[in-house]
């Protein structure tokens, strides 16, 4: 029992750690598909995955540990 709660466990903390980087994907090719110029040039695709995925959750931890 306790080795099925502990797999559970890990199972969501790993998911947890993808999240960020689905959300920011999705937000890539929702807006790749609304303006297609934006998808032929990484730089925005670089900044989009660092906000989605890096700033945004520090800042929420930050925000939450307040």
């Given at each position: 029992?306790?080795?099925?709660?502990?797999?559970?466990?890990?199972?969501?903390?790993?998911?947890?750690?993808?999240?960020?980087?689905?959300v920011?994907g999705?937000?890539?090719?929702?807006?790749?598909?609304?303006?297609?110029?934006?998808?032929?040039?990484?730089?925005?695709?670089?900044?989009?995955?660092?906000?989605?995925?890096?700033?945004?959750?520090?800042?929420?931890?930050?925000?939450?540990?307040?």
């Amino acid at each position: 029992m306790n080795e099925q709660r502990s797999r559970r466990a890990a199972l969501l903390a790993n998911l947890k750690a993808l999240l960020p980087y689905l959300v920011a994907g999705a937000i890539f090719i929702a807006i790749g598909v609304a303006e297609p110029q934006f998808m032929l040039n990484w730089s925005p695709g670089i900044a989009l995955l660092l906000i989605v995925a890096w700033v945004i959750p520090a800042l929420w931890k930050r925000w939450r540990r307040r």
